[in-house]
């Protein structure tokens, strides 16, 4: 049997369920969490999280937390997370197209981390949003 | 005595108006307030876990001089101040800005304040005060990102060592008819302290437990202030719901008494009119 994952926002419990593995972007690089790893916490970067439940997968794209793993539950802690679905495509790209006018024009005054930043999370939904697209029968439970 | 009923009749048209609109009121209050309740009861799970874990990161951390937890000597003091934008809510925003307002009356000159809702901008800024930040009409669906901007301001001047100290003046939701306005400070913070909770199994920090510390601090606060606004969007929510309830019950009873008065001013009218028919026919005689 797998472990109880837990993706927890701000507004809502976003996920709750048993999972056999879960696969993250930490600060230092990916990381994939099995049942009885050895308890852990780190920050995540701008990334996915790919859940896998009896060979079934799902994606999910975050921004920004951390992740908690202990031995009864792992749980991540994130500002937004969404389901592929969920993601306003229009508005991703409307935010990557703004972000990159940014970058390239560097205004007085630009804080050029959030502009990167901002830009990373655009990239991060367009892409999880693209996974949706292209085999959507395999990543719907 | 004609003229009389007539006046009644119109005071008990115009009240019945009022109460239309404060039982309209009460409604649109008591629909907002149920949406943000769930909000609260969705909040608290996430405000928890990063408690929870920041105490498992505190044990494990020789970090006890991070910024945000050690005390500082000076007593400038930044009050972050959450109100409503609206009024109609009985008490609710006079409470939160008198509690601020005590607090802060003989120290003008080292404190300033980050307001939420108009209402307590106006106010403070009518007084003269040192208003350094403003977040407006957000009061009545905060989103993490209006907690996160308010976060990041203060850490921001806070790291720049240009306050001492900082509060959050809320209302806590206790139940729909009572509320109760809070004064709690956030930096530095007294909530975090070393080895509250007991100790488990090891657990790994990467890169490493300061760094962990580093990030987790920054995000307590932020969910820290995420609560205050929706505690008080809930409060707001469930004063003006009780006010506008006490609003209509008023109206209704003085259109009930100013319906008995038109009852009998018409019939006095009438038993004067029909004395008078009386006492002619008598005269007749």
Redesign the interface.
């Known amino acids: 049997m797998g472990f109880m994952l837990e993706i927890?926002?701000?507004?809502?419990?976003f996920f709750s369920d048993e999972v056999d593995m879960v696969i993250v972007r930490?600060?230092?690089g990916d990381l994939a969490v099995l049942e009885n790893r050895?308890?852990?916490?780190?920050?995540l970067a701008i990334g996915k999280v790919r859940i896998t439940k009896d060979e079934k997968k799902r994606v999910a794209a975050i921004v920004d937390g951390?992740i908690?793993v202990?031995?009864d539950k792992t749980?991540i802690?994130t500002?937004?997370a969404e389901w592929p679905e969920e993601i306003d495509i229009e508005r991703a790209e409307r935010a990557k197209i703004r972000a990159e006018k940014r970058i390239k024009e560097k205004p007085e005054g630009l804080d050029i981390v959030r502009a990167e930043n901002a830009l990373k999370r655009a990239l991060n939904r367009l892409e999880v949003a693209n996974i949706k697209k292209i085999n959507d029968e395999n990543f719907n439970q | 005595m004609a003229q009389s009923t007539r006046d009644i009749k119109r005071r008990i048209r115009g009240i019945s108006s009022t109460r239309q609109i404060t039982k309209a009121m009460e409604l649109v209050a008591s629909a907002k307030l149920r949406k943000a309740r769930e909000r609260l009861e969705k909040s608290r799970p996430y405000y928890n876990t990063v408690y929870e874990n920041i105490q498992q990161v505190l044990k494990d951390t020789k970090n006890l001089n991070h910024p945000y937890l050690k005390a500082r000597k000076g007593d400038r003091a930044v009050y972050i101040v959450v109100s409503a934008d609206r009024g109609l809510a009985g008490g609710f925003n006079s409470n939160i800005n008198r509690l601020v307002e005590d607090e802060i009356r003989n120290k003008k000159d080292k404190v300033s304040l980050v307001t939420v809702g108009l209402k307590g901008r106006d106010y403070f800024k009518r007084r003269g005060y040192n208003v350094i930040g403003e977040f407006l009409h957000i009061t009545e669906e905060p989103s993490f990102s209006h907690a996160k901007a308010i976060g990041n301001l203060i850490m921001d001047i806070y790291e720049k060592g240009e306050v001492d100290k900082v509060y959050i003046a809320y209302t806590k939701f206790i139940t729909t008819i009572s509320q109760e306005a809070k004064l709690i400070r956030i930096l530095p913070n007294d909530e975090l302290k070393e080895g509250q909770a007991e100790k488990n199994a090891i657990i790994e920090f990467e890169p490493s437990p300061d760094e962990v510390l580093d990030y987790l601090i920054p995000k307590y606060i932020q969910s820290v202030i995420y609560g205050a606004l929706i505690e008080s969007s809930c409060s707001q929510q469930g004063a003006r719901r009780t006010a506008m309830e006490s609003a209509t019950d008023n109206a209704e009873e003085m259109i009930d008494e100013l319906q008995l008065s038109y009852n009998r001013a018409r019939q006095a009218a009438i038993t004067a009119e029909i004395s008078e028919i009386v006492s002619g026919a008598e005269a007749l005689k």
């Open positions: 927890v926002t701000p507004d809502r419990n930490g600060i230092e050895a308890p852990l916490l780190t920050p951390y908690s202990q031995k749980t802690i500002d937004s």
